[in-house]
């Protein structure tokens, strides 16, 4: 477990590491190539690089995190993979019920294995559930999430690689976008983005999140994505959605 610089949480917690491509999005997955790094220097946990594993050890750490902390779960994988066993999904949800104190984030492309997992389960109040939306191809995968009954549902649109036109806002909570990082970043334009947030504007309880530009500024320059820094027509939009009981 460590802090992270994700500007929506605090820290990550990766019970299982290790994916596998599913759509446009993955195409230049920042976990894949941190992977490799963590595998070449021959950090604990990263011997088989991006495989999908399961790392035991890891299970029981947020136990011992005392202080109220919003943890993104498996920022290095997907808890939703296909190889992950429900039984051990069992065993983290079951860490996440004993630690009401936390919040737990989790994002996930696999929709239709979440779906299935909470089918006959029910969702911990302190877990926020999330589905990447890329492009116009994966908005399929809010139709699942809106029909789970979480405290938050979510929507990653990062890297957003298109216009993404209508989106169905109706039980999401909260909408974070984003720009693509790294050498090889597809750029993303601002027209893209203010279609988003008007959208999430007529919802009165969707909160709107603009994580970043990318590599990739709004000018359509690329640089060091910190030179890009977080502004949208010349504001930072850092909304967090309202915890909401709609059930």
Not at 21 to 28: F, I, L, T
Request: with cysteine.
């Amino acid at each position: 477990m460590k802090q992270t610089k994700i500007e929506w949480t605090e820290q990550t917690w990766n019970p299982s590491v290790g994916c596998n491509k599913v759509s446009a999005g993955c195409a230049n997955c920042y976990a894949e190539a941190m992977a490799r790094r963590l595998k070449a220097m021959g950090t604990k946990g990263y011997e088989n690089g991006f495989e999908f594993t399961l790392i035991h050890e890891r299970l029981e750490q947020p136990l011992n995190v005392k202080k109220p902390t919003k943890f993104f779960v498996n920022s290095m994988s997907d808890l939703f993979h296909e190889k992950m066993p429900f039984s051990y999904l069992d065993a983290i949800f079951d860490v996440i019920e004993r630690t009401p104190r936390h919040t737990y984030q989790i994002l996930t492309k696999r929709e239709k294995i979440m779906s299935a997992y909470f089918e006959n389960r029910n969702v911990p109040q302190n877990v926020w559930l999330g589905v990447s939306v890329e492009n116009s191809a994966s908005k399929h995968r809010i139709d699942y999430l809106r029909n789970i009954n979480a405290t938050i549902r979510f929507l990653s649109i990062e890297p957003l690689l298109e216009d993404v036109g209508y989106l169905n806002l109706e039980n999401i909570h909260w909408v974070i976008v984003g720009g693509e990082s790294g050498v090889k970043a597809r750029p993303m334009e601002s027209d893209w983005v203010l279609n988003i947030k008007e959208q999430c504007e007529k919802y009165d309880n969707v909160a709107f999140f603009f994580k970043q530009w990318g590599a990739w500024g709004s000018d359509g320059v690329k640089r060091n994505k910190k030179d890009n820094g977080r502004e949208l027509d010349g504001k930072i939009y850092d909304e967090n959605p309202e915890l909401i009981e709609e059930y």
